[in-house]
């Protein structure tokens, strides 16, 4: 038994047992960050999860109990039997990485995109990792609990046009 | 004819491509209707590359989601797809009960669904009213428009606004269902069909309009599923998921409905999809409206989320504690210190929302799965080898709104 497949197992086992749990009827798993790619391969071509609804992420700054600061949210369907999956994993400054889904699913793109845009988690191997939502000199990750909600003086950054000038 | 998507055009990043246009196609374009912005590469009037920049509308939706309580967010909802707002407030509320444990009366899972295909069949009518002026058929878009009228008329004489209802509670609704709403929706479901005819005989086999559409913005099954694609736009492309028969919430499994699938994917596709979902809707709604079940619309007191009944808060001690307790700022009600995931079938696809309760009335995390942003990335994808002409055939036919796209 070579190690892909010893590593294959293991998993196998874990999402099986380990760090499973359940609320009011769905299935959670929590799969450490470097295992995160493999768990969603495995996940995706031999459990027959092929619709990734989602990516998120939380960020658990000033929540009760939370030992990891960021928690990084992935939704995920089976298309046959419709049942749901959300996989977690969790992430900690000074620099949360975690390897990208582009490979495989395409729709992860964006909502990488998004993740980065808004929480500045790098998603390792993504094509083309740029905000999407704010404009690109912005420097800040707003979603961020320690940001606050009126924004650090960005407004005023604006150049302002007049008619005059413009 | 529609010309044949150009697969084999080589764009080697060494070579040059002086002859290659560049265009910028909105922020503010009329045929665009919402703000968004497109970088196009032409090669004459084909479109070589599409690259979509978005954010013109980000307001930090999810961020105030964070700092208002779960049933002030709401308001917010309204503003992501409003166009329906009423299916936003149905999936928020949905989400925060699950989140609550809730298990809503019968006559309010009802009234939601009564609603929610309301908004579904007025959603579709823009849309498809929409692709139809924007590919010049302008009384089409007229025809759709006054049936809105109607749907809004009902939506004002429900909950008092027209276009942001902000109508679901935590636990409840506004206020119950009104005889006045009840004649206003079966004439409506009296008069609808006549339009809905009317529409299929002018647009179906008009052949500007199918020629426009027929084999543009080809969207195959395995992409679809690869790209997270789901609603209209999936199901367009033979994917035969919908929410409401997969995983039945409110009171869907009492319905008698069919889901709409086709196999070709390209707009003409999501365009018919569209068409004979608004029948299968107007079915759910004349049966929500004949088999409206007695009894209360809000929880009771005993689960302490929404307000009781006037006459009780002043006659029993029970309606004046819990009144008292929801009034004041330090009590509100009990949110677990969970997570989840709840997703409801609106109008453009999967909308759900991701809510991370802290043990406080508001929120830690709300996060919005929007269907608009989901496909406007695939549409790049479909656009490349048309001509520019298609590109508004294509952005009517994804459905793409520019406040849910951004929040």
Known sequence: MNSDQQAHDALKNRLAEAATSEFRGQARAVVPAEQILEALKFLRNERGFDLLIDITCVDYLRYRGAADRFGLVYLLANTQTNERLTVRTFLNEPEPSVPSMTPLWEGANWMEREVWDMFGIHFEGHPDLR???????????????????????????????????? | MPLAPVETLDLAHDEPQDYLWTLNFGPQ??????????????????????????????????????????????????????????????????????????????????????????????????????????????????????????????????????????????????YDVT???????????????????????????????????????????????????????????????????????????????????????DCYARYLVRMQEMW?????????????????????????????DKRMVYSTIEGTISHFELQMSNRGFEVPHEEIYFATEAPNGELGFYIVGDGTETAYRARCRPPSFIHFAVFPHLIRGHTLSDIVAVLGSLNIIAAELDR
């Open chain 1, 131 to 166: 905000r999407i939502l704010l404009p690109e000199e912005f420097a800040a990750f707003p979603l961020r609990k320690d940001y606050p909600l009126q924004g650090r003086g960005e407004r005023h950054n604006f150049p302002v046009l007049t008619r005059e000038g413009a």
């Open chain 2, 29 to 174: 374009h009329p045929a665009t209707h919402t703000t968004l912005r497109l970088v196009l590469k032409l090669d004459g009037e084909r479109v070589i590359d599409a690259i979509p920049d978005i954010g013109y509308l980000h307001s930090g939706f999810e961020k105030i989601g964070e700092h208002l309580n779960y049933n002030q967010y709401v308001t917010i909802t309204d503003r992501m797809n409003y166009i329906s707002p009423m299916s936003n407030n149905v999936a928020w509320h949905g989400a925060v009960e699950a989140l609550l444990g809730l298990e809503l009366t019968p006559r309010c899972k009802y009234i939601r669904v009564l609603i929610a295909e309301l908004s579904r069949i007025s959603d579709h009518l823009l849309c498809n009213g929409a692709a139809g002026l924007d590919t010049g058929a302008f009384t089409y878009f007229l025809y759709a428009f006054y049936q809105r009228e109607v749907i809004y008329d009902i939506f004002e004489t429900l909950c008092g606004a027209r276009f942001t209802n902000s109508y679901t509670r935590v636990g409840g609704l506004m």
């Open chain 2, 179 to 265: 005889p006045l709403v009840i004649e206003k929706t079966r004439a409506f479901c009296k008069n609808f069909p006549k339009t809905l005819h009317d529409m299929e005989r002018l647009l179906n086999r008009n052949k500007i309009f199918v020629d426009r559409t027929k084999g543009v913005g080809v969207l195959t099954k395995e992409k679809a599923l690869n790209r997270s694609c789901s609603g209209p736009v999936a199901r367009g492309s033979g994917v035969t998921r919908d929410l409401r028969k997969d995983e039945p919430y409110l009171a869907y499994k009492d319905f008698d409905f069919q889901v709409c699938c086709s196999r070709a994917g």
């Open chain 2, 280 to 308: 299968e809707s107007l079915k759910i709604v004349e049966q929500a409206i004949e088999n409206l079940p007695p009894g209360p619309v809000d929880v009771g007191i005993d689960q302490r989320t929404a307000f009781p």
